[in-house]
């Protein structure tokens, strides 16, 4: 993500997914495998970081444990870098969930983006991975007056045919358009309905700056393109009206005029014919895109989800409660978590290492199989999202962790942030969590080199 005055999430273009990387996930010791693309890969990728071919490299189940003071000893210097500012950390074993190291782990500290890690576990938890969200058109109790309501999909595009969106397989809001045609009315005037979500637009600790620099946009139940002016480009400033700027669309490609748009959040009504629907991509693939470029307007709407699947209001509040809640049933302690949104971005939110580690290695125990797949969604060390410009040849950290370290990145000012999975010259995956606040100027390297510390140890006595 572009940052504004370096204050916002990370957000780079996904490149190719190239790099073979390896974690053990169940004592048998299973395999990771990189996915390939995500968003924006109708932009030209970066060159490869590693020219190998894509493979899978086992992981020996007997793969030799670090020694926790062989690794403190590795970490000490690179851990005590000022860069690093308040460091909260914690490394664990990904077979046993033993830990081998940590630094001021119960610290409540400003987690940034990797809070997309706890969002993405409560929704592989609470939803079906091929869950998808429909946004309708149906017709008013009042002649001519057709009505877009809204059922929390950020993809939906208002592109032309043929041209890209920012977002794979993303619906369009011209297939809306189409289907009122078909469906015999002739519109006069369209309604636009954000009855689903409650509360305020805007998370506490949110710049509103961020719009314009095209980080956020107010979350409301009716988007076209996460807000994006342009829809195919993470470049786009965001719209302060989302859903009004849908409404407008919609009236375009109907002939309606622009003065007939309004918007109402008052509750639809449930007999009303439906005219027109389209659906989004699978839940999956949204939190693929989600976490590669850390997309924080699909980290919003993906946490009222979890928030509907367990009967909380589709608000910010309700949403951060059902996400901890969520996390909690699963016995990932949450409970000093304070938080004001499901993406990071807010500079209230708090989170410990140990906490942000745990559901990390909760994905990567045996004990919940069905956060295995967050660990596939993470970004790739040199190779995709949001990690494909770093651990790269030519940078501070090198090339060395590119392909063997997956993690969520996080950045705000004088925050950065890493948590997901590593495997060490010995071949033993560890898990960690990284977060450092009050960073200096080179805290971003100094946090990378944590990383290398990590893959490059092999700290076996």
């Known amino acids: 993500m572009r940052p504004t005055k370096w204050r916002t999430s990370t957000h780079l273009i996904v490149g190719v997914g190239v790099l073979a990387i390896v974690a053990a996930l169940l004592v048998a010791a299973t395999l990771l495998t990189p996915s390939g693309g995500g968003a924006g890969a109708h932009v030209p990728p970066p060159p490869p970081a590693v020219t190998a071919k894509p493979g899978l490299v086992p992981v020996a189940a007997d793969a030799p444990v670090p020694s926790s003071s062989a690794l403190a000893a590795a970490l000490a210097l690179v851990a005590a870098d000022p860069n690093l500012g308040r460091l909260g950390a914690r490394v664990t074993d990904a077979m046993t969930g033993a ?15 990797t809070n997309k890690t706890l969002t993405s576990a409560a929704a592989l938890l609470a939803l079906d991975r091929n869950a998808r969200v429909t946004t309708r058109v149906v017709a008013a109790n009042r002649p001519g007056t057709i009505v877009l309501v809204g059922g929390g999909d950020p993809t939906l595009s208002g592109a032309a045919p043929g041209q890209d969106t920012w ?23 369209v309604e636009v309905n954000t009855s689903l979500f409650t509360g305020p637009t805007f998370a506490p600790g949110w710049d509103p700056a961020d719009i314009d620099g095209g980080d956020i946009a107010p979350i409301e ?63 999956i693939d949204r939190l693929n895109e989600m976490m590669n470029v850390s997309d924080n307007v699909m980290a919003e709407c993906i946490a009222r989800e979890v928030a509907a699947s367990m009967q909380r209001p589709l608000s910010f509040t309700g949403a951060v409660a059902a996400v901890t809640t969520r996390l909690g049933a699963a016995h990932i302690d949450t409970g000093s ?16 290492a140990n906490t942000l580690d745990a559901v990390v290695q909760a994905a990567a125990g045996p004990r919940e199989p069905k956060l295995r797949p967050l660990l596939d969604l993470l970004p790739i060390a040199g190779g995709s999202g949001t990690l494909s410009d ?13 392909g063997w370290l997956r993690a969520k990145t996080g950045s705000l000012t004088a925050v950065n942030a890493l948590a997901g999975v590593v495997t060490d010259r010995s071949g033993r995956v560890l898990t960690f969590a990284l977060i450092s606040n009050d960073a200096g100027m080179s805290g971003r390297t100094a946090i990378d080199a944590l990383g290398v510390a990590l893959w490059s140890c092999g700290c076996v006595t």
């Open 221 to 283: 139940s009716v988007m076209l393109d996460a807000g994006r002016i342009q829809p195919a480009t993470d470049e786009s400033r965001r719209s302060p009206t989302p859903a009004l700027d849908a409404g407008h669309a919609l009236a375009a490609a109907l002939g309606v005029d622009q003065q007939h748009v309004t918007v109402t959040n008052q509750a639809v009504d449930t007999g009303a014919r439906q005219l027109a629907a389209v659906q989004s991509a699978p839940l």
């Open 167 to 189: 977002y794979h397989n993303a619906p369009r809001l011209s297939d809306l358009a189409d289907q009122v045609r078909r469906s015999g009315v002739t519109p006069t005037a």
């Open 390 to 402: 770093r651990f790269i040849a030519g940078t501070p950290a090198g090339a060395g962790p590119a």
């Open 337 to 352: 978590a304070i938080l004001r949104d499901a993406s990071g971005l807010s500079v209230d939110d708090r989170l410990t």
């Open 99 to 113: 830990e081998l190291w940590q630094q001021s782990d119960h610290v409540l500290l400003q987690p940034a983006s």
